[in-house]
């Protein structure tokens, strides 16, 4: 597949700043510092061919073979409470699963593509991508999230380590064939600004409804691993700050805030 040009990938505001960086630590950390400093303007997009520290969520290593991924992280200044900071991340997966739809991969149909919260994307019910949002404040006192987003585009599954085998995926090993990197990442700027647009101007209140829709776990059992431990209940829906509400066997209601969902 020829080189690929991703500075050419920007919408109006989403990636109307992109840099591509053939290697660095994390994307998320670089992005946040710039941030921190004002360094970076909103809608700047840095992308990376390889990471070498690259994390998901509960500090998780994502692993990332270099040239066959779609990796990078965006800034935004969403003017929203605090409070509501997680759905910046439900938002960006919602947008990349429209995304890929838009970018017409049509094996990517609701059988085997959906979204599983907090923000991943799984194909095959396997790990197809997975979003790490981080809030900051940079030194002028305006809060920013910065959103980092890892997506398997042309891995086989040799590519991956052989823990990972089992449960990870990739959209080479789902549809069989290459994925040109800058169509998908044309198609889910576009969409990200979209939602984003969406966000500035109706709030956040259409998030966690939307997100469900597209999830289809309301009134399903589902389980959550923590760190320490492992529930499980019937999701009722989410909180308006985007937390999983689970009706648990003694018909009490339990909020989560973090955890692996399966």
């Given at each position: 597949?020829?080189?690929?040009?991703?500075?050419?990938?920007g919408?109006?505001?989403?990636g109307r700043s992109?840099r591509?960086?053939p290697?660095?630590?994390?994307?998320n950390?670089?992005l946040?510092a710039?941030?921190e400093e004002?360094?970076?303007?909103?809608?700047?997009?840095?992308?990376a061919?390889?990471?070498?520290?690259?994390?998901?969520r509960l500090?998780?290593?994502?692993?990332?073979?270099?040239?066959?991924?779609?990796?990078?992280?965006l800034?935004?200044?969403?003017?929203?409470?605090?409070?509501?900071?997680?759905?910046?991340?439900?938002?960006?997966s919602?947008?990349?699963?429209n995304?890929?739809e838009?970018?017409?991969?049509?094996h990517?149909?609701?059988?085997?593509i959906?979204?599983?919260?907090?923000?991943?994307?799984?194909?095959?019910?396997?790990?197809?991508?997975?979003?790490?949002?981080?809030a900051?404040?940079?030194?002028?006192g305006?809060?920013?999230?910065?959103?980092g987003?890892?997506?398997?585009?042309?891995q086989?599954?040799n590519?991956?380590?052989?823990?990972?085998?089992?449960?990870?995926?990739?959209?080479?090993?789902m549809?069989?064939?290459?994925?040109?990197r800058?169509?998908?990442?044309?198609?889910?700027?576009?969409?990200?600004?979209d939602?984003?647009?969406?966000l500035?101007?109706?709030g956040v209140?259409?998030?966690?409804?939307?997100?469900?829709?597209?999830?289809g776990?309301r009134?399903k059992?589902v389980?959550?691993?923590?760190?320490?431990?492992?529930?499980s209940g019937t999701?009722?829906?989410?909180?308006p700050?985007?937390?999983l509400?689970?009706?648990?066997p003694?018909?009490?209601?339990?909020?989560?805030?973090?955890?692996?969902?399966?």
């Amino acid at each position: 597949m020829p080189k690929e040009d991703f500075t050419s990938c920007g919408i109006s505001l989403i990636g109307r700043s992109i840099r591509v960086l053939p290697e660095v630590s994390s994307t998320n950390e670089l992005l946040k510092a710039e941030a921190e400093e004002c360094l970076a303007s909103e809608g700047t997009v840095i992308i990376a061919e390889h990471q070498t520290a690259g994390r998901g969520r509960l500090d998780r290593v994502w692993e990332s073979p270099p040239g066959k991924s779609l990796l990078f992280s965006l800034l935004l200044y969403p003017e929203i409470p605090g409070d509501k900071m997680q759905l910046i991340g439900l938002m960006a997966s919602l947008a990349v699963l429209n995304g890929l739809e838009v970018a017409q991969l049509k094996h990517l149909n609701h059988q085997i593509i959906h979204l599983k919260w907090p923000n991943d994307i799984l194909g095959t019910k396997r790990k197809l991508c997975g979003i790490l949002s981080e809030a900051g404040v940079d030194k002028n006192g305006r809060r920013f999230t910065v959103v980092g987003i890892g997506i398997n585009v042309n891995q086989t599954l040799n590519d991956f380590p052989e823990p990972l085998r089992n449960t990870a995926t990739s959209l080479y090993i789902m549809t069989g064939k290459k994925h040109p990197r800058t169509t998908l990442l044309k198609s889910i700027l576009a969409s990200m600004e979209d939602h984003y647009n969406r966000l500035l101007n109706e709030g956040v209140e259409w998030i966690p409804q939307t997100w469900l829709e597209r999830a289809g776990i309301r009134g399903k059992k589902v389980e959550v691993k923590d760190s320490n431990n492992t529930i499980s209940g019937t999701c009722l829906g989410l909180n308006p700050d985007g937390a999983l509400q689970l009706m648990m066997p003694d018909d009490s209601i339990q909020t989560i805030y973090s955890g692996d969902v399966s």
